[in-house]
């Protein structure tokens, strides 16, 4: 039983772990920006649901918008006025990016301070089947992970807005010679993925507390979630969330927090050794 139980909180950190990823796919996996800010990103979004939610007493709904508006306009301001003139340039992007993160920590401890928050969850209750048991919110949480899932790949593939942001991250050079204007799709697929990594933040804000620091875990988790699955893919997204999200319940059953995460980074490197474009390829011609 205490297997299945953890095999249970394991899916459920696969839906937490899956939602915080999704921005990081858009924006590392197809736009091929390393950001170190995307913890950050997740933070404000947070923070947004905390301010909105908990201090203003409006809907989660309402909330979990705000979150999306706010970071997508820090992320459209990222794009135009920092990373527009560092793409194929990785090491200046590394290192803006990892400013940007830290202002963003250093202006959330002066508007809202140091100390923990707490954030309402909208869902209570527990789901109790044979002995395992399942949280609402958790339910919640991977149904809406799901949703995200599939809006993003709408707009990726069903879209006139999706073939742009796939032709110009397969060949920039050639879009702008047929006179796509790549630089207004890059602002907004950069704006598309901060602001999905702010509903992550909003929604994960229940879980959790809410503190300056709090996107450093999913930071690493998300660029894990990412390389593991097949950099590019929100199929490989999907794969590499479950495989960690499970992997990290399962292995602390046995052997503990600690070594669960030695275990998952040294699962990571020999997939990276043998199969550096991750588990998924993204097929190309």
């Known amino acids: 039983?205490?297997?299945?139980?953890?095999?249970?909180?394991?899916?459920?950190v696969f839906g937490a772990l899956l939602l915080v990823s999704l921005g990081l796919a858009v924006t590392f996996g197809i736009m091929k920006i390393i950001n170190?800010?995307?913890?950050?990103?997740?933070?404000?979004?947070?923070?947004?649901?905390?301010?909105?939610?908990?201090?203003a007493k409006l809907p989660f709904w309402v909330a979990v918008v705000a979150a999306f508006a706010v970071t997508a306009l820090i992320g459209a301001a990222m794009e135009r006025f920092v990373l527009k003139n560092l793409y194929g340039r990785?090491?200046?992007?590394?290192?803006?990016t990892f400013g940007i993160s830290i202002m963003l920590q250093q202006i959330v401890r002066l508007i809202f301070g140091a100390t923990?928050?707490?954030v309402i969850a909208p869902i209570s209750g527990t789901l109790n089947i044979g002995g395992v048991?399942?949280?609402?919110?958790?339910?919640?949480i991977i149904g809406f992970s799901i949703f995200m899932l599939l809006l993003t790949a709408f707009l990726l593939f069903r879209t006139k807005f999706g073939m742009l942001v796939r032709t110009v991250s397969q060949n920039r050079s050639m879009s702008e010679c047929l006179g796509l204007n790549t630089g207004r799709i890059d602002l907004f697929t950069?704006?598309?993925?901060?602001?999905?990594?702010?509903?992550a933040g909003a929604i994960v804000a229940t879980l959790r507390n809410v503190n300056p620091t709090m996107g450093t875990e999913y930071l690493i988790d998300s660029f894990?979630?990412?390389?593991l699955g097949g950099v590019g893919t929100l199929a490989g997204t999907v794969v590499g969330s479950a495989i960690i999200g499970e992997a990290t319940q399962m292995l602390a059953y046995f052997w503990g927090e600690i070594g669960a995460r030695i275990i998952i980074f040294l699962i990571v490197i020999i997939v990276i050794r043998f199969r550096p474009e991750g588990i998924?390829?993204?097929?190309?011609?």
């Open 1 to 12: 039983m205490g297997i299945l139980q953890q095999f249970a909180d394991g899916v459920s």
């Open 36 to 55: 170190l800010a995307h913890g950050e990103l997740i933070m404000v979004g947070a923070y947004t649901a905390y301010a909105v939610n908990t201090v």
């Open 90 to 96: 990785p090491l200046e992007t590394l290192l803006a």
């Open 116 to 118: 923990n928050k707490a």
């Open 133 to 140: 048991v399942i949280p609402y919110l958790r339910l919640f």
């Open 190 to 199: 950069f704006a598309y993925g901060a602001g999905i990594t702010g509903v």
């Open 224 to 227: 894990l979630a990412v390389v």
């Open 280 to 285: 998924i390829r993204l097929e190309s011609r």
